[in-house]
């Protein structure tokens, strides 16, 4: 499944479209010139401003409008977002990466405004030495100065973060939780937390920047490319789960 995942998004897709399209230019010369220009003009039009704002965009719910929306929330979970691979800087071998720096952040804000416990999540996507969520959990005592109450570090996706939290936090009677992910990955994240038993209450954090308005919106950029990518896969994430979820109800 992940090595279809990548066949499936930028810039990879773009670069075998180009290359097929190229491979059968000499006999079928209409066929292939489509294929090169859906490739290479595909990857050019992914990464401008105005279509990786849209294609965010429609993924994000609303912010939350303050404390008072977590008054049903019990704890605080939020999710890995990567790791950065021997980090110098803060003398703990690997380090949360940018997206994770970012959850983090929210977490502790709304951790201050409402005095809920933490739940971090994230395991070891690749076998590495550390869980992800104890990566998360010392960046929260000694950067945020905020303590951890829950650490769940045996998860390697989405999906799995669901079902191993929902099982820890159900151990304490934990049934309703704030859910602290980017904007574009949260309502992803809420189906599958929701399916594994739990409420909840999301709180998107890293919302898409509106375009300006100007010339440089279409100005292609290898950011924008980047999140162009990021929210193609949670599409294909959502496109993933409703197949599940249809299965599902064929089964039963």
Do not use: C
């Not at 789960?241 to 249809?246: F, G, I, N, T, V």
């Amino acid at each position: 499944m992940a090595m279809l995942k990548y066949l499936l998004l930028p810039p990879l897709a773009n670069g075998l479209l180009t290359l097929l399209g190229m491979a059968l230019w000499s006999r079928m010369r209409l066929l292939g010139g489509l294929l090169v220009v859906l490739g290479l003009g595909g990857l050019l039009v992914l990464a401008t401003p105005m279509t990786s704002y849209a294609l965010r965009q429609g993924l994000e719910p609303a912010a939350l409008a303050g404390p008072s929306q977590l008054r049903e929330a019990r704890a605080i979970v939020i999710l890995g977002g990567g790791r950065d691979v021997d980090a110098p800087e803060f003398g703990w071998g690997d380090a949360p990466a940018n997206a994770s720096w970012r959850r983090l952040a929210y977490g502790a804000h709304l951790h201050r405004q409402t005095g809920l416990p933490i739940l971090v999540s994230g395991g070891r996507v690749h076998d590495e030495h550390s869980a992800e969520a104890s990566l998360m959990a010392a960046a929260l005592r000694e950067v945020f100065e905020v303590p951890v109450r829950w650490m769940e570090g045996s998860s390697r996706d989405t999906a799995q973060n669901a079902r191993h939290t929902a099982e820890m936090l159900g151990a304490d009677g934990i049934e309703h939780v704030a859910l602290v992910s980017q904007a574009w990955h949260l309502p992803r994240a809420q189906a599958e937390f929701e399916r594994a038993g739990l409420s909840v209450t999301p709180a998107p954090t890293e919302f898409a920047s509106p375009p300006s308005g100007g010339t440089a919106d279409w100005l292609p950029r290898a950011y924008h490319l980047h999140q162009s990518t990021r929210a193609l896969h949670e599409w294909l994430g959502r496109a993933e789960l409703a197949l599940r979820e249809r299965l599902l109800r064929r089964g039963e």
